[in-house]
């Protein structure tokens, strides 16, 4: 499943076992928005989706990266690493992305606290 081309299409990067994804999920159904759900553990972004989605949030690789997993230290990643070393890492190990992210056309938004996607929605 590819990122959103369209500002009607929404989609949600969702990690089921994590609760401020778990409350993001909530908070859209609970508004009535339409959008599609990605297991992106199962099904991890590819890297043109990676560069992709950090241009949509806004920010660089290692600010949506999970360095406090352990993936992290065993991938040889460090706050200096570069986008590219990131995203191999991310690729091989999903879990260091961090979650929930909510992606709406040409925009996203980091679920932590889960109404900071709210602005992608218009609410």
Sequence with gaps: ?????????ILLLHNPKCSKSRATLALLEERGVAFTT????????????????????GRVGIEFTRTKQAE?????????????????AMQTAPILMERPIVVRG?????????EDVLALIGD
């Design 1 to 9: 499943m590819a990122l959103p081309t369209s500002q009607d299409e």
């Design 38 to 57: 990605r297991l992106y553990l199962e099904d991890p972004l590819g890297p043109a989706e990676l560069v992709e989605l950090g241009k949509r949030l």
């Design 72 to 88: 992290f230290g065993a991938a040889g990643l460090s706050p200096g690493s570069s986008d590219a070393e990131i995203f191999a």
């Design 106 to 114: 040409d925009r996203a938004a980091i679920g932590r606290p889960p």
